[in-house]
């Protein structure tokens, strides 16, 4: 069974393809088979694939029924690579809720702004329904600060909000 690990928010434009796709580089230059899902119906990393130059498989999955939530997962743990890594829409829908429920890691970008911090209640709200419904109480969850710019009082203080959750 491969190791997942989900990038998911439920804001646009919070790097959640850009981490996906270099976690991917990352892992791959350290010789592990990895796939990377690209659940998002825009196919950013789908997109950044189609030049051929990364050392990984991108498999566009788009999920948007709920009721074809069941086969999507199906066919995202039959996919061959030792890590899967999801690169989830962004907002709640089957892709996300589906990405988050069958996770082993579920990384969330997160911005500075109020806006981005509201979509991480609700990004957390769907790791806690998870961890309700899963005898391993998983998945695991780690926020990764985004495009924080450290020089503005808001960029200064993002570590101790993210304490908070």
């Known amino acids: 069974m491969p190791k997942i690990i989900t990038v998911a928010n439920l804001k646009g434009g919070c790097g959640k393809s850009t981490i996906a796709v270099n976690l991917a580089g990352e892992l791959a230059g350290k010789g592990m088979a990895v796939v990377v899902v690209d659940a998002d119906g825009q196919g950013t990393a789908t997109s950044w694939a189609a030049a ?45 809720e589906a990405a988050v429920g ?46 924080i710019d450290r020089r503005t009082l808001v960029g200064r203080e993002i570590a101790s909000v993210l304490k908070q959750f």
């Open 52 to 96: 051929g130059r990364l050392p990984f498989r991108v498999d566009s999955l788009p999920l948007e029924s709920p009721r074809d939530g069941a086969r999507w997962i199906d066919r995202v743990l039959s996919l061959d690579a030792a890590c899967l890594i999801v690169d989830c829409p962004p907002h709640v829908g089957a892709a996300t």
């Open 102 to 147: 069958v996770s082993d890691l579920l990384l969330i970008p997160v911005f500075s702004s109020g806006a981005d911090l509201q979509a991480t209640v609700r990004a957390l709200d769907l790791v806690r329904a998870a961890r309700a419904d899963r005898k391993d109480h998983g998945p695991d969850c780690l926020m990764v600060p985004s495009r």
